[in-house]
């Protein structure tokens, strides 16, 4: 009995742990991911559905092996859940694995939201679409490339909680030989995602085969540019100063390298603003909080013995005990008086040796 | 899990024990001034004086759970800050007890103790309503004192050195001591001519 009452209680543990693992409606954040989450999920058929979405991805034709290019997904004609979260794939194959572009040899410099990921999370302000843009370095291996875009998202109306799915076909890009000297980014050199607010310290851009490097900036969502001061440090090492950010702002930036008459010009890239490092402490945190507590417990106790009437104690009333002691004393003395046959109204007082008027029997008859 | 459950009820505990212990010392030390109050300054006191020790008693319980809530307890100036304000607001309603054991109940008929007593509980519940209003800010991103202009920014701390935490912690301690013992040689209002 007891046994089948523990089989029972773990199914139905299991049956009501499951209800909570099968979706993450808000998003799992940006990361590197294969075609569908590796088929996992919203793989599955049954839990799936084709998303309505029209997307288009688009790319130079050419780009020249290990040199930055830019790639753009649009997707528009949705029908979004409440949240407007749209799960933006950028893939170099449909497999299920190794989806990953720099699986076949392409290097992500920045994706859409500063980061350096394949996958990200991107929230619809307007008429469910969105655009967003990957910067890449182009494979060194020369040849035709794929680069495919795929997107997952939720819908108002998903009784079923069905996810959305959507795919491209390939985009095919070809990568070819690098002109001799072209001046281009060197391989491994990654944008910075954000620097720290008020932080005005300059970054660092390493370069191949460049003889000047101009960089201008301008703040998100605003059309003019300006130029940034840049510094060579070492050989192919430049020092570019850029404002300092404060708040949520984001500052975009377009490095231009150039060689006699090659310019490359770079997709423009963006750096984002993170809080000021904090740098308290559990242990701190907790010291400075009871030393307030007994500061402030020691001052106002001072201000209380300061401000405290400054009256003397109530004067002892010992009127009672006083009292209490005569009538002790008088009930002594009283007792040790003899009263007298011979003597009427008189009584003897035998430690005295005198004679003492009796109150209830005073001499001559008087009370 | 049961730490942010726990953490939830006893700050509900701690704002409403403090939220009594403000109004009613409020109230208690207006009955000098308001006949209509006079008749109820000592239910008054005695219910700010029940609520002040409430208070002390759930304020720590409200830091320990929300040490366990979080996986940073101290990871950023905001919660830093409900470390300082859990603080600031146990020192003022300790104060408000200590005066009110050391002074009893005639406390409010002499102006500059009232007027301390008032001013502890005040700040204590002003400590416990910035606590409240940086929790709000955490949990759901806004606060209704988001509507005072002059509403200090919750985003930045003062981070005190350890060692200099410690040498206060240690002032501290001296000067409890040290007013205790002057306290001593006072005596209960009710005692004196």
């Known amino acids: 009995m007891r046994s089948r009452f523990l089989v029972l209680s773990v199914i139905l543990v299991l049956l009501l742990a499951s209800s909570s693992g099968v979706a993450n409606p808000g998003g799992k954040g940006d990361s590197n991911r294969d075609f569908t989450c590796g088929g996992s999920c919203h793989g599955d058929p049954s839990l799936s559905s084709v998303s309505s979405a029209d997307i288009r991805i688009d790319a130079a034709s050419t780009a020249f092996s290990g040199t930055a290019t830019e790639i753009s997904i649009s997707v528009s004609g949705m029908e979004l859940s409440e949240n407007n979260l749209v799960g933006v794939f950028l893939l170099s194959s449909k497999n299920g694995n190794d989806d990953h572009p720099e699986d076949h040899g392409w290097q992500i410099i920045q994706d859409p939201n500063g980061g350096t990921s394949n996958y990200v999370e991107v929230i619809s302000e307007n008429d469910n679409s969105i655009t967003v843009s990957w910067v890449l370095l182009a494979p060194i291996d020369e040849g035709t490339k794929q680069i495919f875009a795929s997107i997952h998202h939720g819908s108002f109306y998903n009784h079923d909680n069905k996810a959305y799915i959507g795919e491209t076909d390939g985009l095919l890009v070809s990568i070819e030989p690098v002109p001799e000297n072209y001046p281009r980014l060197k391989e491994g050199w990654v944008s910075p995602d954000e620097r720290i607010s008020g932080d005005s310290s300059p970054i660092i851009v390493r370069t191949v085969n460049t003889d000047s490097l101009s960089v201008f900036w301008r703040l998100s969502g605003e059309s003019q540019s300006h130029e940034a001061s840049v510094e060579m440090i070492e050989d192919q090492e430049w020092e570019v100063s850029l404002p300092a950010t404060l708040g949520d702002t984001r500052i975009e930036y377009q490095i231009i390298a150039s060689k006699d008459d090659f310019n490359n010009q770079i997709p423009w890239l963006s750096m984002g603003t993170s809080d000021p490092y904090f740098d308290g402490t559990s242990l701190g945190a907790k010291l400075q909080s009871l030393s307030f507590t007994l500061i402030i417990l020691g001052f106002m106790l001072s201000l209380q013995a300061w401000f405290s009437p400054k009256g003397v104690r109530k004067l002892a009333d010992n009127t009672n005990e006083v009292e209490e002691m005569i009538s002790d004393d008088n009930s002594d003395y009283w007792s040790r008086l003899i009263p007298s046959d011979e003597n009427p109204g008189w009584l003897w007082d035998p430690i005295e040796k005198e004679w003492v008027a009796d109150p209830n029997n005073l001499p001559g008859g008087k009370q | ?193």
């Open chain 2, 1 to 193: 899990m049961y730490a942010i459950t726990f953490h939830h009820m006893v700050v509900g505990l701690a704002a409403g024990a403090g939220t009594l212990m403000g109004i009613c010392a409020l109230l208690a030390w207006l009955s000098r001034y308001i006949s209509n109050l006079e008749s109820s300054q000592s239910t008054l006191d005695k219910a700010s004086y029940a609520a002040s020790i409430l208070t002390l008693v759930a304020i720590p319980l409200a830091m320990f759970s929300g040490y366990y809530s979080v996986s940073e307890p101290a990871g950023s100036a905001i919660l830093y800050n409900k470390f300082v304000f859990s603080g600031i607001a146990m020192g003022f309603t300790a104060s408000y007890i200590a005066g009110r054991v050391r002074f009893g109940p005639d406390l409010w008929a002499n102006n500059a103790l009232g007027n301390l007593q008032m001013l502890s509980a005040l700040f204590g519940l002003t400590a416990i309503m910035i606590l409240g209003s940086i929790g709000s800010k955490i949990t759901l991103g806004e606060s209704t004192l988001d509507l005072l202009p002059f509403w200090p920014e919750f985003m930045n701390s003062i981070v005190i050195n350890q060692w200099i935490s410690l040498f206060l912690l240690i002032l501290g301690v001296s000067s409890v001591i040290f007013s205790f013992r002057i306290m001593k040689s006072i005596k209960p209002i009710s005692e004196l001519d």
